[in-house]
């Protein structure tokens, strides 16, 4: 376990942006979570997990708590007939975790290629892509509880997941040490999403799962900033859930806007294709901060860029949104220590 004061939290992130942490803890095992979670209770601090560090907005004056980087990185798949349990510590790249699972000839995960970030915080956020989200593969987490110290394993049916949340966002006294996803080698390939339907079009081949990964990684070069240049978080918004009843309005409004009717019967409609065709804020920028060029959804943090940067573009961009359609927009990116 690996202790430090006073730690900046910048650069464990990809906006790159904010301060220090109290006190930063690096946990290579259960036991180091544990003994993490005794050393908050000593200093009377929250316990603040931290993955890859890719959905996080630090506030300017740093987190006043214990954080904990998880750095179990393990990796280990179990056949058992036509499933491949895939299990692997938090702390893993999420993208070691897709190329582990590509380069065996696994389907289920394909789809989330280039997303940044671990196994871990792709869990906590339920994350989606390219019509496929983390809930329909995964099988089960352990966490520790950081309110009582114990482990408990989530199942399936316990996880709650949902949009961009997950039992794990809504309970973050649960710190996730291990998450584990069923995987299958007789899946067939989910390529209906137009980004990999053009690309199959021109020639593509989208058969193994290491294939669309490899396509899924092009279509998000083209549309998302390069880390090593500026910082960002990937989509810094989630796409709006409205009423039928305001979608039918919107459309009336904004013709072409793309809706996808929900189960429930209310519509999810593209936040990205309203800021650049309906508000033309592509560009769009507050201090150091703006919306990526090829994709509004994407906050970019240039060089000298500061949290209250990116905070004060987020909140008028949700004002401009809400001024112009009825819609009050939801951040993904969430302010670490927030609670």
Same mark, same amino acid.
Request: some cysteine; glycine content about 12%; charged content about 20%.
């Given at each position: 376990m690996k202790f430090g004061?006073?730690?900046?939290?910048?650069?464990?992130?990809?906006?790159?942006?904010?301060?220090?942490?109290?006190?930063? #803890?690096?946990?290579?095992?259960?036991?180091?979570?544990?003994?993490?979670?005794?050393?908050?209770?000593?200093?009377?601090?929250?316990?603040?997990?931290?993955?890859?560090?890719?959905?996080? /907005?630090?506030?300017?004056?740093?987190?006043?708590?214990?954080?904990?980087?998880?750095?179990?990185?393990?990796?280990?798949?179990?056949?058992?007939?036509?499933?491949?349990?895939?299990?692997?510590?938090?702390?893993?790249?999420?993208?070691?975790?897709?190329?582990?699972?590509?380069?065996?000839? /696994?389907?289920? #995960?394909?789809?989330?290629?280039?997303?940044?970030?671990?196994?871990?915080?792709?869990?906590?956020?339920n994350i989606g892509a390219y019509g496929a989200e983390l809930a329909g593969v995964f099988a089960y987490a352990d966490t520790v509880d950081a309110a009582t110290g114990s482990s408990r394993r989530i199942a399936r049916d316990e996880a709650a997941f949902g949009y961009r949340t997950s039992f794990f966002k809504n309970n973050r006294s649960h710190i996730?040490?291990?998450?584990?996803?069923?995987?299958?080698?007789?899946?067939?390939?989910? #390529?209906?999403?137009?980004?990999?339907?053009?690309?199959?079009?021109?020639?593509?081949?989208?058969?193994?799962?290491?294939?669309?990964?490899?396509?899924?990684?092009?279509?998000?070069?083209?549309?998302?900033?390069?880390?090593?240049?500026?910082?960002?978080?990937?989509?810094?918004?989630?796409?709006?859930? #409205?009423?039928?009843?305001?979608?039918?309005a919107l459309a009336e409004r904004f013709p072409g806007m793309p809706q996808f009717p929900q189960p429930d019967g209310t519509v999810k409609v593209s936040l990205a294709w309203l800021l650049d065709r309906a508000l033309s804020l592509k560009g769009f920028s507050k201090g150091n901060a703006r919306l990526y060029e090829k994709h509004p959804l994407v906050i970019v943090a240039r060089a000298g860029a500061r949290a209250a940067d990116i905070d004060a573009l987020a909140k008028e961009v949700a004002e401009l949104v809400r001024s112009a359609t009825g819609i009050a927009i939801e951040r993904e990116v969430e302010t670490f220590g927030a609670r």
């Open positions: 004061e006073h730690v900046p939290l910048a650069p464990l992130t990809t906006l790159g942006v904010g301060g220090k942490a109290r006190f930063f #803890i690096e946990a290579h095992s259960e036991e180091d979570v544990k003994a993490a979670i005794a050393r908050a209770r000593e200093c009377g601090l929250p316990v603040l997990p931290l993955g890859g560090g890719s959905n996080l /907005l630090v506030p300017d004056a740093g987190v006043d708590g214990v954080v904990v980087k998880v750095m179990m990185r393990d990796i280990a798949c179990e056949e058992g007939g036509a499933e491949t349990l895939l299990v692997a510590g938090a702390g893993a790249s999420w993208e070691t975790v897709v190329d582990t699972a590509t380069s065996r000839g /696994l389907f289920g #995960i394909e789809n989330l290629a280039g997303i940044p970030g671990t196994i871990g915080g792709a869990a906590v956020q996730v040490t291990r998450v584990a996803l069923r995987l299958s080698t007789h899946a067939s390939p989910n #390529i209906s999403y137009p980004d990999l339907l053009r690309a199959q079009e021109e020639g593509v081949s989208l058969t193994a799962p290491v294939d669309i990964a490899k396509a899924v990684r092009a279509i998000r070069a083209r549309k998302f900033p390069k880390q090593a240049e500026e910082g960002s978080a990937g989509s810094f918004f989630k796409n709006p859930v #409205i009423s039928r009843e305001l979608a039918s």
